[in-house]
T-cell receptor
């Protein structure tokens, strides 16, 4: 099992550009979560999916952020347009239904918006 | 939401036992208590989970008193590689649901 796979590992972009982060969850996991981590705010839950359906997106900071999960093996988090304050590490995590909070996290994408 | 309170930082030395206590006064009846570990530049890693009394695995032990308003993560004989941030989490009482991370405890293990 390769674990949760995120790409790219690092992304540097200019303010105003569109950024797309990608995540491949562990096969068989039907929950997928997107988190953002910064020094100031710690780990914040942005959105999570169950069986490819968004369940709670109350953590998405604003309309510039959107997330999709077109199938069980792929999810994207898009920021358009990006701003310097979006600079953070973005983590994707997945979990099976019967895991009771035992998530597996990916290695994260470090996003820098200049 | 069931919030947690844990020390911001702790220091220890190699070979010692480390106990990190977490307070969760508003834990719901069906909530589990879960601990994660995070190394720099990595995602959090699940360590241990429990509901009541004591749970032990190859990495740590988790002690939960009868009232479940607190829990203690115990790391036996720590090494330098145990230097990390440790997060205590409880569910928000809605059954299987989202995990909310607090600030965590930054553990520094010294030679």
């Amino acid at each position: 099992d390769a674990g949760v796979i995120q790409s790219p590992r690092h992304e540097v972009t200019e303010m105003g550009q569109e950024v797309t982060l990608r995540c491949k969850p562990i096969s068989g996991h039907d929950y997928l979560f997107w988190y953002r981590q910064t020094m100031m705010r710690g780990l914040e839950l942005l959105i999570y999916f169950n069986n490819n359906v968004p369940i709670d997106d109350s953590g998405m900071p604003e309309d510039r952020f959107s997330a999709k999960m077109p199938n069980a093996s792929f999810s994207t988090l898009k920021i358009q347009p990006s701003e310097p304050r979006d600079s953070a590490v973005y983590f994707c995590a997945s979990s099976p239904t019967d895991s009771y909070y035992g998530y597996t996290f990916g290695s994260g994408t470090r996003l820098t918006v200049v | 939401l069931a919030k947690t309170t844990q020390p911001i930082s702790m220091d220890s030395y190699e070979g010692q036992e480390v106990n990190i206590t977490c307070s969760h006064n508003n834990i719901a009846t069906n909530d589990y208590i879960t601990w994660y570990q995070q190394f720099p530049s990595q995602g959090p890693r699940f360590i241990i989970q429990g509901y009541k009394t004591k749970v032990t695995n190859e990495v740590a032990s988790l002690f939960i008193p009868a009232d479940r308003k607190s829990s203690t993560l115990s790391l036996p004989r720590v090494s330098l590689s145990d230097t990390a941030v440790y997060y205590c989490l409880v569910g928000d009482g809605g059954g299987y649901n989202k995990l909310i991370f607090g600030a965590g405890t930054r553990l520094a293990v010294h030679p």
